[in-house]
């Protein structure tokens, strides 16, 4: 939602506490564009106090010679001079017909519908938006303002305090807009002679590249309304004269630049990124246009403010009238990554105090804080409860399962007897699924079958199931058996709910489970006869396969793999088990994990992405205490040699810890406990196995006459289409 016009610069006024005087200096600085011949929009968006002494009402009456330029407007008006969430219940309780609290939706709405209505109606102008009391003074849901207006994400000019305290209050202010997001163009503050907070202001702020300008302050206020009013006039004629110079025409050709500056930027842009970086899974050859390029000015919520640059021309846009920056939906949750919508206000603030208490640390025989109490949380009572002894630091997802393949193969190579010999601990094999994909370093590359994905190291080392996939073809749930199987076991196997194809433990003794034993045993006995690679451990990503295709995979199959590769009889050495939650972990499709649904615990299981809430890279490797002890003795060549420079980093395991948290509070509010009912089988209870999407939506889209199937599991909806040349979204 946020609004960027080439033809309206538009800043947003924020005080550094209340009575700080921004409605003077937002007056002074309408009074000089208009001077300039610019057309100017004053925006009062909530104005609560008496009418006579409105904010909106104040700039017209002093806009100055050319205030026929100037155009004023309130949005939400209350009599009660108070915080604007206390003045809405006020007169909620004054009036006979109940008042409406707008929502923050409503709110930023009106907002944006005036902001577009101006940009329509001039030429060339500017705006200026003036907001309420401090910066995290409350709006009318309560929500404070820098949270309230943040998706709209305007420039800002920062009127500082000039009183006792100011000093403080203003780069206090200062910091919270930054924290946001909010890029500060200017600071302005009255010039007091005693308090003289604009010297040390204006010092502290250079160092920082920011523009400070400090102002004579108004003279005091006449109880006789004409005489002060002349007064007022001549101080706004002193300070604005009609010669067009002065301390508040710099302060306006600045902030002119400024916004000249940044659609410069966002211009370049496209270029610039071409001639530099270098893409990760992009063919740079087929993509070499401009236009190619998505330049992301920001994100919020689940969208990106996108660029509209015209291409060829960095000096125009698509149309002069609209909006530079446009809305997009980060479909792909920006690689799976997003938990809780972009620039969560209180990650950012977790990661800040981190980055304030700790930067980085070094881990190895160390401890803090937050990698403690992430560590406790995981392994005592998130995915690892009941198995997991240990919770091991790395980078991402990739480094993540790599650990985890280290930690498998020595413990099987540890516990095999007779022991193996050198030459079969260095071909050692995974078990796993045709489609599977576990990151892009080499050795979770070698527990893949080869892909598109593979490069010239690399040498897949194990076997691969081709699996029954799980979809709803035709609004159908189905199970879908591989061609490989037995002619004799059906192709497809229906179920009414969801909760039916998910009860594991009651297919456990159906002809399909039995069939799905047969076939995997068979298979793994003929491999082992004939190959004199050991098979040392099963590597799953339970539930869905994400990255190679977002194939979703028959529970049932996967847990009779489990069961298998710790039968004695087919694996006298028990294979350890791997479970590659990277993508489907932590409420992805609705589980904290799959370990409850498939009924069998892992030995090991891998967990990033979702877990600091798509603000920065972290992954954590749990492991049971078998694993553990595989590594554990008196000599350090028989310690896990593996780790990160960045090992549990205490920003990434500080924003972990409060997404853990907030996720924890989103279980039971209404919009989720609303789907699982929707996915019941009888519409009233809530179902173990849902989605937040309709399921009248998936049933629709699976009739459509372009799409072979579809599928869903909480966040998740994935949409295969028919023809040659299939693919899926």
């Known amino acids: 939602m946020s609004h960027l016009y080439r033809h309206l610069r538009i800043h947003q006024v924020f005080g550094a506490n209340t009575d700080v005087g921004k409605t003077i200096v937002t007056t002074a600085l309408v009074r000089a564009s208009a001077l300039k011949n610019n057309t100017v929009f004053y925006l009062k968006p909530i104005s609560t106090g008496p009418l006579h002494d409105a904010d909106d009402k104040h700039i017209k009456r002093f806009a100055g010679p050319k205030h026929s330029l100037v155009e004023t407007q309130c949005l939400f008006r209350y009599d009660d001079p108070v915080s604007p969430h206390l003045a809405v219940k006020m007169a909620s309780g004054a009036s006979e017909n109940a008042v409406t609290v707008p929502s923050d939706r409503t709110f930023l709405n009106s907002v944006a519908q005036y902001i577009r209505s101006c940009a329509r109606k001039c030429q060339s102008g500017h705006m200026y938006i003036e907001t309420a009391g401090g910066v995290h003074s409350p709006t009318l849901t309560g929500t404070t303002q820098l949270d309230s207006y943040r998706p709209l994400l305007f420039p800002t000019i920062l009127v500082g305090d000039s009183k006792l305290g100011g000093i403080s209050s203003t780069i206090s202010s200062y910091e919270s807009l930054l924290l946001r997001g909010y890029t500060v163009d200017a600071v302005i503050l009255f010039r007091d002679r005693y308090y003289r907070n604009y010297e040390y202001l204006s010092s502290y702020f250079a160092t920082r590249g920011l523009h400070v300008l400090s102002v004579d302050p108004p003279p005091p206020r006449l109880d006789n309304h004409a005489q002060n009013a002349e007064n007022t006039e001549a101080y706004y004629a002193k300070l604005v004269p009609a010669g067009l110079d002065g301390d508040i025409f710099e302060a306006v050709r600045h902030l002119d630049d400024c916004h000249t500056r940044r659609i410069e930027e966002l211009d370049s842009m496209p270029r610039r990124t071409l001639d530099t970086v270098w893409w990760p899974f992009v063919q740079h050859g087929i993509v070499n246009s401009e236009a190619d390029v998505t330049v992301i000015d920001s994100a919020w919520g689940d969208f990106f403010s996108i660029y509209e640059h015209a291409s060829g021309s960095p000096s125009k846009t698509v149309s002069t009238q609209k909006s530079l920056l446009s809305q997009q939906f980060d479909s792909s949750a920006s690689w799976w990554t997003q938990t809780l919508g ?388």
């Not at 199959?557 to 710790?566: A, G, Y």
């Not at 924003?655 to 519409?683: F, H, M, R």
């Open 342 to 729: 972009h620039s969560t206000p209180s990650l950012a603030l977790a990661a800040a105090s981190a980055a304030g208490r700790y930067g980085h640390v070094i881990f190895p025989e160390a401890t803090h804080l937050p990698a403690l109490k992430l560590a406790e949380r995981l392994v005592n009572e998130g995915p690892g409860k009941g198995w997991a002894s240990r919770a091991f630091f790395s980078d991402n997802g990739s480094t993540g399962t790599e650990v985890a393949l280290k930690m498998a193969l020595r413990a099987f190579s540890v516990e095999t007897v007779p022991a193996l010999t050198p030459a079969e601990r260095q071909n050692l094999g995974v078990i796993g699924l045709k489609g599977s994909y576990h990151g892009d370093t080499i050795g979770a590359m070698d527990a893949t079958k080869e892909s598109i994905y593979s490069c010239e190291w690399h040498r897949p080392k194990g076997f691969w199931f081709d699996p029954p996939t799980v979809s709803i073809k035709r609004g159908k749930l189905a199970v879908s058996v591989s061609n490989l199987m037995p002619t004799s076991v059906p192709s497809t196997h229906h179920f009414n709910s969801l909760d039916a194809l998910y009860d594991v433990e009651g297919r456990l003794s159906s002809s399909l489970a039995e069939a799905y034993r047969l076939f995997v045993r068979q298979t793994l006995q003929a491999f082992n006869l004939n190959n004199e690679q050991k098979l040392a451990a099963l590597m799953l990503e339970p539930i869905v396969m994400g990255a190679g295709g977002m194939i979703f995979v028959d529970p049932l199959f996967q847990r009779v793999l489990v069961d298998l590769v710790r039968d004695v009889s087919l694996f006298p050495t028990p294979l350890p088990v791997i479970y590659d939650e990277v993508f489907t972990g932590l409420y992805r499709l609705g589980l904290e994990s799959a370990i409850p649904l498939l009924g069998a615990n892992p030995d090991i299981s891998v967990y990033a992405k979702m877990l600091t809430g798509g603000t920065l890279p972290l992954a954590v490797t749990l492991a049971s205490d078998r694993v553990f002890q595989a590594f554990n003795g008196e000599s350090k060549a028989d310690a896990l040699l593996h780790g990160h420079s960045y090992t549990a980093h205490p920003i990434g395991c500080q924003v972990a810890n409060e997404t853990l948290k907030l996720i924890d509070g989103l279980l039971q509010k209404e919009p989720w406990k609303a789907a699982q009912i929707k996915w019941s089988a009888d519409g009233k209870s809530r179902s173990m196995m849902w989605s937040f999407w309709q399921p009248s939506f998936a049933q629709a889209v699976s009739h459509l006459d372009i799409v072979e199937e579809v599928m869903t599991l909480g966040t998740v909806f994935t949409v295969k289409f028919s023809g040659d040349n299939t693919g899926r979204f």
